[in-house]
Each structure stands twice: as C-alpha cells, then as structure tokens.
DNA sequence: TTTAATGCAAACAATTTGCAGTAGA
DNA sequence: TCTACTGCAAATTGTTTGCATTAAA
C-alpha cells in the first residue's frame, strides 16, 4: 500500500498556498518556504506542487515559455481565471458568476475530473496605456 | 507602418495546420513543414505560430514541461478541449454543444479577445487499461 | 525498521533571441 | 531599395530526474 506522509516542508508548501491569493509560481513559493525552512529544494516544491494537484487541492494557470501559476482551492470553491495577454496579470473569476457547464459533446466514456475555464484578454491597466504593466507575482489586480 | 510578408514558409506552416486535426505542436508541424520545404528553421515555425496565435487563428492547448499543442481554427468556429490526465490525448468539442458563455463576474472594464476551456479528466482507453496508451501527436481518438 | 520524501546537482526540453544574410513589397 | 523575415546557433529558463541521505510511520 502506498503511504502519504505528512513532512514539515510539505506543509510549509500548502501555508503558502493558502496564505496567498496571488497565483504565485514555484519560485515564489521557494521563496517564501525557505524564509520559515531555509533548506528546502525547489525539487520539493514541484514535487509537492505537484502532488497537491493530483489530489485537486491546487489547481494551475500554465502558459508556454512561463513559469507555472498555481492556485490554492479555498473551501474547494471553483472558480476561474482572466488572464492579461499583455502583461500576463490573472483575475479570479468567481464560478457562481458562470452557469454549470454541461459536459455534453464530450467523448464518449471520457471521466471529467476538473474543468479549466480561461477568459484571455487585456486587463483594464493595459488596455488604456501604451506601455504595458509590468507581469509579476507581486501585482495582482493592478487596477 | 508595419507591414505582414506573404512568405513560402508561413504559407506551408499555416497549410500544415490546416491539414491536422490531430493538435500537433512545432516540432511535428516543423518536420512537416520541412518535407516540402527543407530549410525552413524551428524558429521560423515558433515565429509563425505566434504570429498565427496573435491574430486568433490558432489556438494554444499549453502544458508545463510539455510541447505546446496549436490547433487550427477551422471555418473560424469556436470549439474546446477534453485533455486526458494519464496519456495526454486532446479531444475536440464541439462549442455548440456549450452554452454560450455569459462574461459575468470579470474585473471591470476587462476585454476578453478568446475563451478557453478545457475539460480534464481520463479517456475512455486509459480508464479501462492498467497502463495508460502513449500520448503522441499521431495518435488521435484512440478509442 | 522500512521506505516515502528530501536536497542537491546535473540533465532535459521547450522556447526565445541575436545576428548576418535573404527575399518580399 | 528597404526592411520584414529567415536560418542558424547559442542562450534561457522552467521542469524533471538520479541518487545518496534523512526522517516519518
């Protein structure tokens, strides 16, 4: 039988996730673990990023070239994402604002396990300046 | 003023797509591509399909640690993706099968320019089998 | 004790970029 | 002609992996 086992880093990982509503990536989590448990990987946190995704607790904003968003679940509440195509900031989109997606026209026999639901775009900030916001984990809803 | 160049290699890269169904990502349209015009570059193909994705008539399907998949707008419809967790097969569906999509509970004053949604979950093959079929670009609704 | 989880560093792979040369307009 | 586009190769960068060690159960 396989076995999870609760570790203090593993923990620390899930603090930050929680503590934080940024959609941070994994060098930013690394960050903020290191400041409680200065010895741990960057490996650990994507192994236990990773981890938490299988299980559906966090949930992830990938776009090709960039680093990886993760995104706590807070109460397990759906929700989705606007995401800046100028300077890549991410809103949450509340899923009570959108109806319940039917998954009709899927193949037939195929298990829905989540649904991922991007609105891309350009952000308020960007859409009235002609030089766009700088995109970091630090900004979030820069309007 | 900007100006867009008509070129052999964006032709041959966008007749590519056209021709696929099967969601293929660069280096596959790269090795196509390259069968009628050998000297056409990686890069050049990167360049195209960014060009192609800026103007909205390609669509990313985007996956950490993985290549990205590109997929050509046919007859300009808006379709979505089912994407299987264990193999990676991209299936379509069909947009008029969902609803249409209210752009409720946005930041204000947020343009959206495209909706992506993508179903996760398990497919039909990799449900049934202990070891789950290998994910590739040729292989298509292995079911 | 048993073995999952870790830290470290090296390996990987997708994508981007600088630059000199090519070819559309 | 003019300059967008190209090919090439090197550089970046996010992510994964192998392995010896540590620590949770």
Chains 1, 2 share one sequence.
Do not use: K
């Not at 994994?26 to 995704?53: E, F, K, M, N």
């Not at 193949?107 to 639901?117: A, D, H, K, M, N």
């Not at 991007?118 to 979030?140: H, I, K, L, S, Y």
């Amino acid at each position: 039988m396989t076995m999870v086992r609760q570790t203090r880093q593993r923990a620390a990982v899930i603090e930050v996730l929680q503590a934080s509503r940024a959609h941070p990536d994994a060098a930013w989590i690394h960050a903020q673990v290191r400041a409680q448990l200065p010895s741990v990987s960057l490996g650990t946190v994507y192994r236990t990023l990773d981890a938490l995704v299988r299980d559906g607790v966090v949930v992830t904003i990938e776009r090709a070239g960039q680093a990886t968003r993760y995104d706590y679940r807070h109460d397990g509440q759906d929700h989705h994402h606007a995401v800046c195509r100028s300077c890549g900031a991410i809103f949450d989109v509340a899923a009570e604002a959108l109806p319940v997606i039917p998954t009709l026209g899927l193949p037939e026999g195929f298990q829905v396990t989540g649904v991922r639901l991007e609105f891309m775009g350009v952000c308020p900030t960007c859409a009235g300046t002609q030089n766009p916001a700088q995109a970091g984990v630090a900004q979030r809803n820069h309007h």
